[in-house]
């Protein structure tokens, strides 16, 4: 069996790490064939001494400066800047290419691969909150696959086994419910960056952990979802489950309801992204039906979550109002990360912002570019009013 070539963009986050580790426990399968990294140089050149990929790049020119000569040692050629993830995203000699960038920086070398027909292993859900129409269309013309990431989407994949969309009555998408899951909204108004990043069951980089504290994460992975599987927003319902546990499930027309569970891992929906149709014999935690002794569902509260509200809402609206929910959320959890603003303050500066916002198609990468840059205007100012 010939090895696939994997280029990971975003190596040294979250995702990035652990799809390190699966590649590195299934040396026979996987090639590093390139690392891509926003700024974090020193662990850049770590992952390049270890895996020896053809091709390191990172978004800064400057920040391989006094680098150079230990990254010509590891053997690899330095690219850099949008231009070098775009190349990276799109090389010929890629199989798959990993989509762990953060935020909305992930849209473009996201479209460079799919343009390119590559197979996407897809974590930048961001990406798709903001251009699930350009992005799909994209991969419908060119063949590239999408294969989910994000443990939810990974999980309703699994659960359709390429059943057809027509038999599905409703997709479920489980949330934790974060670390204020019991917090009255005057609780939440103040609550510390150090608490709002103790997520009850996952390791994850901090703006999507910070997401996941206000439920944008859920609302964003709403709109996830009715990109990836096609389906209308009112199929797409949300639990509580405190365990992540139940991964996600899809009911179908006759009732039937398919669930796929397991520990709470990224690593298992990054290998199966990678090995699909196969599987891995991943080394994880088993889960334990017995220890487990009790799942859990409930109702999410909309009122104490305004920002699941506001995804819903941009999944029914699309267009410009899903990319300023998308800017306006990345620079308030940016602030609220600085302690520029409270952690109260970010689902105010995020509706502000779209009380502001004109409802537009956007079809076109320019026009996705133009309401995301509008957006971040609109809540900067905001932010800047804000400060507390
Ligand atoms: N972490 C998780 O378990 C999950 C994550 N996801 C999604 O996966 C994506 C990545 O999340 P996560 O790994 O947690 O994030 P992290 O913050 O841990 O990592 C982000 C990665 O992207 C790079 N990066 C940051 N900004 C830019 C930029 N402007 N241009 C190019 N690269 C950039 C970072 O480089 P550097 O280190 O140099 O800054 C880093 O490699 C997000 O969209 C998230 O929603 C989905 C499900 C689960
Ligand atoms: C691991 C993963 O996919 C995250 O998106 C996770 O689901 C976040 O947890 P919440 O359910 O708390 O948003
Ligand atoms: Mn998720």
């Known amino acids: ?15 990035g790490q652990n799809t390190l580790q699966v590649i590195e426990a299934f040396p026979e399968r996987f090639n590093v064939l390139g690392l891509a990294a926003a700024k974090n140089t020193e662990l850049l050149l770590e992952q390049a001494r270890k895996f020896r990929p053809k091709y390191c790049c990172l978004m800064f020119e400057e920040s391989f400066r006094g680098y150079e000569a230990q990254f010509k040692e590891t053997g690899c050629e330095l690219l850099w800047g949008k231009e070098g993830y775009k190349t990276l995203a799109s090389m010929n000699e890629a199989d798959i290419v990993v989509s762990s960038m953060v935020g909305a920086a992930g849209l473009i070398p996201t479209i460079s ?6 197979t996407v292993a897809l974590a930048n859900k961001e990406s798709l909150v903001i251009g699930g129409e350009l992005v799909m269309s994209i991969a419908k013309r060119t063949g590239a696959q999408i294969f989910p ?4 989407h990974s999980a309703v994949f699994q659960c359709l086994n390429g059943e057809d969309k027509a038999k599905i009555h409703n997709i479920i998408l489980t949330a934790s419910g974060g670390p204020f899951w019991d917090r009255s909204l005057e609780e939440m108004e103040n609550a510390r960056v150090e608490d709002a990043l103790n997520h009850p069951n996952w390791s994850m980089g901090a ?22 599987f096609d389906v209308d927003v009112e199929k797409i319902k949300v639990l509580i489950h405190r365990q992540s546990i139940v991964h996600s499930m899809v009911e179908f027309k006759d009732g039937a309801i398919m669930a796929q569970l397991g520990s709470p891992d990224m690593r298992i929906p990054i290998a199966y992204a990678l090995s699909w149709p196969e599987r891995l014999a991943l080394e994880v935690k088993r889960v334990s039906f017995t220890d487990i002794a009790r799942l859990t569902f409930e109702q999410p509260d909309f009122e104490r979550f305004p ?24 620079l308030a959890v940016e602030a609220y990360l600085a ?9 105010k500066v995020v509706s502000g912002v779209l009380e502001k916002i004109e409802q537009r198609d956007c079809k076109s990468l320019d026009e996705i570019l133009y309401w995301d840059s509008l957006a971040r205007l609109y809540a900067e100012d905001m932010i800047g009013r804000t400060e507390s």
């Open 339 to 347: 302690r520029r603003i409270r952690f109260g303050a970010i689902q």
């Open 307 to 330: 920002l699941l509200r506001l995804g819903y809402e941009a999944a029914k609206r699309g267009g410009s109002y899903s990319v300023a929910l998308n800017a306006a959320n990345e």
């Open 207 to 228: 703006k999507i952990t910070v997401d996941s504290a206000t439920m944008m994460n859920k609302g964003l992975e709403v709109i996830e979802a009715r990109w990836l």
């Open 113 to 118: 691969a799919v343009e390119a027909g590559k």
């Open 149 to 152: 990431v994000d443990s939810e």
């Open 1 to 15: 069996m010939s090895r696939k070539n994997i280029v990971i963009l975003g190596s040294t986050g979250s995702i």
